[in-house]
């Protein structure tokens, strides 16, 4: 048996959630207040803490491995009341410049030495990509699921199957290699023209379908 012991510093665990990062590695994601905690479940060990919000408690994470420039990658939802966060999780060689970049890190992590490497130590790096509008109503549950894009030959008004999606939804711009989509227990890999799907079930008894392009 592992056990988990939250940062001192972080309130109660509201939120926890489970997700296969790679074949060999598999992390906890723990909401404490404010705060998101990341363990390996392994070791236990307490990979890094990444705060969300001031004032507010996460309620909710969902997480959906991807693969990306070989390296392995996961969309992280976390929710809380009216406002939702997308982040990316990378697992990831702390120390070694040449990961920098991949999977959405726009800057190195860390060098030392005349060969401008350092010791490599195997972590799971977490870094904010989306943050989207407070909703109108309370945020019960969230998923995320990867689909194909619809041909851009085709206006929006003769697209047969065109989800709703809100007036203010982001677009999140970047750029992925070829991927397959697999079991959602297995890796998918992002396919260049794939859309992020999120769907949020909202209070009101009303839910929501957001568009992220890459």
Request: charged letters at 15%.
């Amino acid at each position: 048996m592992t056990s988990f012991r939250k940062s001192t510093f972080t309130g109660d665990v509201t939120a926890v959630h489970i997700t296969r990062l790679s074949p060999e590695r598999v992390f906890l994601l723990a909401g404490c207040g404010p705060h998101l905690l990341i363990y390996d479940v392994d070791d236990g060990k307490l990979q890094q803490v990444h705060q969300i919000t001031v004032g507010s408690r996460i309620h909710g994470i969902e997480a959906l491995p991807f693969r990306s420039y070989d390296y392995y990658c996961a969309w992280v939802a976390v929710h809380g009341d009216r406002w939702i966060q997308i982040l990316k999780l990378q697992l990831g060689d702390v120390g070694t410049p040449a990961n920098a970049g991949r999977c959405g890190f726009g800057s190195g992590i860390g060098s030392s030495g005349d060969s401008g490497y350092s010791r490599t130590v195997p972590a799971a790096l977490l870094s904010s990509a989306v943050s989207l509008p407070a909703r109108p109503s309370w945020i019960l549950a969230t998923h995320l699921q990867l689909v194909s894009e619809v041909s851009s030959a085709t206006s929006p008004g003769e697209r047969e199957g065109q989800l709703p999606v809100p007036s203010d939804a982001p677009k999140y711009h970047h750029q992925y290699h070829h991927h397959q989509h697999r079991h959602h227990q297995e890796h998918v890999f992002w396919r260049q023209h794939a859309a992020l799907l999120l769907v949020l079930a909202l209070a009101d008894n009303s839910a929501e379908v957001w568009r992220l392009q890459p």
